[in-house]
């Protein structure tokens, strides 16, 4: 039975304040909580002995939702979770996923998830992934997300990671396999704070003629905290890939951004782009004449440069 601290959570993650419409599972410290499949997405437990859910979608299916979110509110606790998502051809889905941690104790609670996704031919994939952190203990808050997208001919991804304070530590891997005149488009935002430690690895590999990729990834590192991005685009054919890294640094951080982009082909086109700096002074000025405090007008800059 979910709380109201549960709930809190799933709200911060999956913008959920009440049991979701369409299919879903939601997992409370290891276990399945609840679990909907419809006619045309089912959702089973893993068969392989690994911990985790599989889900197909029939082919065709359109404008439906899938929710699997993850709260933990066990301090102590650690797990690897395995979730596959077998996509079939001609079909357009929004999937919500998310993990957030309540620790108010004084060890260490992790999250580790393996996302596998199988999207078939000319279907399209909205994949929403939000991490947060809450609890007055003392333990810390890891999450270690990896994400493996192969895409199909025709096929695309939007991918939007979100993580806004909270979190001890993170380490972010993901790979795509972008097919014939497929698209893959990854949007990565990230806050850090006080002595915070942010990592993400990413390989977008331009696979079949005419395929397509974008990484816009914006983070602020405030206080002590270390960010470390790195971005890789390869393009194996006639195809387009843009990197393009923008980070806010501010107090005693420090952050390193690393694009890198390779051709194996005369006609991939490929672009990457690097900014790291701090904010305008005039910026800030501007907003305080509007009568905002310091703190007020810095907060509302970066809520807007994290939109």
């Not at 909907?36 to 082919?59: F, Q």
């Not at 690097?274 to 007008?297: C, N, S, V, W, Y």
């Amino acid at each position: 039975m979910m709380d109201k601290t549960d709930w809190k959570l799933l709200k911060e993650i999956a913008d959920l304040e009440r049991t979701p419409q369409g299919a879903y599972n939601i997992r409370m410290n290891g276990q399945t909580d609840s679990r909907a499949s419809t006619a045309n997405i089912e959702i089973t437990t893993k068969t392989d002995g690994k911990p985790g859910i599989d889900i197909r979608v029939k082919p065709g299916t359109k404008k439906e939702s899938i929710h699997i979110p993850v709260i933990i509110h066990a301090t102590g606790y650690s797990e690897l979770v395995y979730n596959d998502f077998f996509i079939g051809e001609d079909c357009d889905v929004d999937i919500v996923a998310g993990c957030g941690i309540h620790n108010t104790g004084c060890e260490t609670t992790q999250h580790d998830g393996i996302h596998t996704f199988y999207v078939g031919k000319n279907s399209k994939v909205r994949y929403v992934e939000r991490h947060y952190g809450e609890g007055e203990g003392t333990g810390e808050r890891i999450f270690n997300p990896q994400t493996v997208v192969y895409l199909e001919e025709g096929a695309s991804i939007q991918m939007e990671t979100t993580q806004i304070r909270g979190v001890d530590s993170t380490k972010r891997d993901t790979k795509i396999v972008v097919g014939k005149n497929a698209e893959a488009v990854i949007t990565e935002k990230l806050l850090t704070h006080g002595k915070q430690t942010a990592e993400s690895d990413m390989e977008i590999t331009l696979e079949g003629e005419g395929a397509s990729g974008r990484v816009i990834s914006r983070s602020v590192a405030q206080d002590q905290s270390r960010q470390v991005f790195y971005p890789k685009m390869t393009g194996n054919s006639k195809c387009f890939g843009h990197v393009q890294c923008d980070s806010i640094i501010m107090g005693e951080a420090q952050i390193s951004s690393i694009p890198a982009i390779v051709a194996h082909h005369v006609d991939a086109q490929l672009i990457h782009e690097a900014a790291i700096g701090r904010i305008a002074g005039d910026q800030i000025l501007k907003l305080m004449t509007l009568g905002l405090t310091e703190e007020e007008a810095e907060e509302k800059i970066l809520d807007g440069f994290l939109q």
